[in-house]
């Protein structure tokens, strides 16, 4: 399984700085030069080892190692070594090259090659990543046809294979994304075995994942190795509904998320009062049709970036509701035994909701080499369930630290609760000069007679209403600043 994998979002993370990635237990230095190239080396100065992700990208287009101030080129080439004085000699010496990894951009994120060195390099020339097609689409993409959502990536405690399980299990959306995805009540049987599906290959494989309680006509997963798997879903109306999960190993108990979703309508639909007359005559929407009518483009997200922070809050209250489930649930399978061959051994799957879940087991056993291509001699095992669970809420180490989109939302949100806390104080000495003034002007006119307290109240009245109205402010705000930093899910608090 050693081939093309996104390690991130190009267009939310940032270009001047170095990014540290892990990927198959290696630990990268992902960074970008001034001429656009992305490119992928081992976190590794090859002068002491100190990790090159703590460096810097200088405005010459060379990553600097901060220890001590060796520069390196997009090629990983040894530019300077500033205690050499060599002529050049030594920053020609093989050893003093970076470990270049293959790498290349495509539908909006940077893929880097599972190995490097002169075989990797002929070998990731020869094969290509795993593209959605839809997205290759470019005169359907201009003309509206084809519509893509924003890309959200999501470091999540727990593995690669966990995951995949997850994204092949229909029948846990109403239960699992209860609220947001429909209800705990519209579990049913799903027949997940309605259309033959072409054989499994080394090249992936196609299963029913159709959800008759979304009012869906039928819906396809299709795993594409090592790292994606597309959810179409075609709907009464005509649309399809893709979504779009790729997920890459990198650490045991760790992975990395991509998605986003596509909306494809089979021609151009102008949005009229007649398309209006027509859903209204076929009835309710079902949910997906819902979906399909906010997605990111008709709210005018998609092409405004600075807007996909709300994308990626929507993604992390989605994720958060499986979070537990599969945090646990691995690491409850692994301190049984009941791993790798012996992972059917530890569950119980009667219904052909499963369906999914098995031919993806399958795949991994006869094709996957058991699961991901770990170093020789890497430590495999997971941590107990009960050694740190708090950090599967952590959404700021595991995204909006390294989403640009989201760290400038986080300020522009710190700035409004600013502002707010400004108004509440503001507001409050508005409010008492009010009175007092209120107060002073009664006593002129009515020299000798105490002043109401109505004429007090009646003056603080706007400014005790502004005050209010910032405090309730400072308090929404403050809820959204939280979902930058953790978001815990409790499924016992949600009816």
């Keep these: 399984m050693v081939k093309w994998y996104p390690v991130l979002s190009e267009k939310d993370s940032d270009p001047g700085k170095a990014h540290a990635v892990q990927l198959l237990g290696k630990d990268l230095v992902v960074w970008r030069n001034t001429e ?30 901060a220890y001590h101030a060796w520069r390196f080129d997009a090629d990983g080439k040894c530019l300077s070594i500033p205690q050499s004085d060599r ?3 030594d920053e020609t010496n093989p050893r003093a090259c970076a470990k270049l990894y293959p790498t290349q951009v495509a539908q909006d994120m940077v893929w880097v090659w599972g190995e490097n060195g002169s075989d990797a390099v002929l070998e990731s020339l020869l094969t ?18 084809v519509v ?31 609220g947001l995805m ?6 049913k049987p799903l027949d997940l075995e309605a259309t033959p599906q072409p054989a499994m290959t080394k090249e992936g494989f196609v299963v029913d994942n159709n959800s008759p309680q979304f009012g869906a006509k039928q819906g396809v997963a299709t795993f594409v190795p090592p790292a994606l798997v597309e959810i179409a879903t075609e ?70 970036e600075q807007r996909a922070w709300i994308q990626h809050i929507f993604s992390h209250m989605f994720v958060h509701q499986d979070m537990p489930l599969l945090y646990h649930q691995e690491k409850i399978m692994a301190s049984s035994g009941h791993t790798g061959a012996k992972w059917s051994d530890g569950i119980y799957t009667p219904t052909t909701s499963d369906k999914g879940i098995h031919t993806l087991r399958k795949w991994i056993k006869k094709f996957g080499s058991g699961g991901p291509p770990w170093p020789k001699g890497y430590d495999t095992s997971l941590p107990s369930r009960h050694d740190n669970p708090d950090v599967m809420w952590d959404i700021y180490e595991q995204h909006t630290k390294h989403c640009t989109t989201c760290l400038g939302a986080l300020k522009r949100v710190e700035q409004c609760i600013a502002a707010a806390k400004v108004s509440t104080v503001a507001s409050l000495t508005w409010a008492v000069l009010r ?47 939280q979902m930058f930093y953790v978001y815990k899910y409790v499924h016992q608090e949600h009816d």
């Design 148 to 178: 893509p959502g924003v890309v959200t990536q999501r470091d999540l405690a727990y593995s690669w294979e966990t995951f995949w399980e997850n994204v092949m299990d229909p029948a846990h959306v109403v239960v699992s994304h209860h």
């Design 36 to 65: 656009g190239r992305w490119s992928a080396f081992d976190d590794r100065c090859p002068h002491r080892a100190a990790p090159l992700s703590e460096g810097r990208v200088e405005k010459d287009g060379s990553l600097l190692c």
């Design 87 to 89: 002529d050049g000699k």
């Design 235 to 304: 709907l009464e109306d005509g649309k399809t509904i893709s979504l779009v999960q790729y997920n890459i190993p990198t650490r045991p108990g760790w992975s990395r998320m991509f998605n986003r979703q596509l909306t494809i309508t089979p021609e151009v639909v102008g949005e009229n009062k007649g398309d209006d007359e027509k859903d209204k005559k076929k009835g309710a929407p079902s949910l997906l049709q819902l979906v399909a009518r906010i997605s990111p483009v008709k709210l005018k997200l998609a092409p405004n």
């Design 128 to 145: 290509k990543p795993a593209l959605v097609s839809a997205l290759e689409d470019k005169e359907g993409i201009k003309s509206g046809r």
């Design 182 to 187: 429909g209800k705990r009540s519209m579990a």
């Design 435 to 481: 009175a007092a003034s209120a107060i002073s002007t009664s006593i002129l006119a009515s020299p000798g007679t105490p002043p109401s307290n109505f004429v007090a109240a009646k003056a603080m009245l706007p400014g005790v209403l502004l005050m209010l109205a910032s405090l309730k402010a400072t308090k929404m705000l403050g809820s959204l600043r």
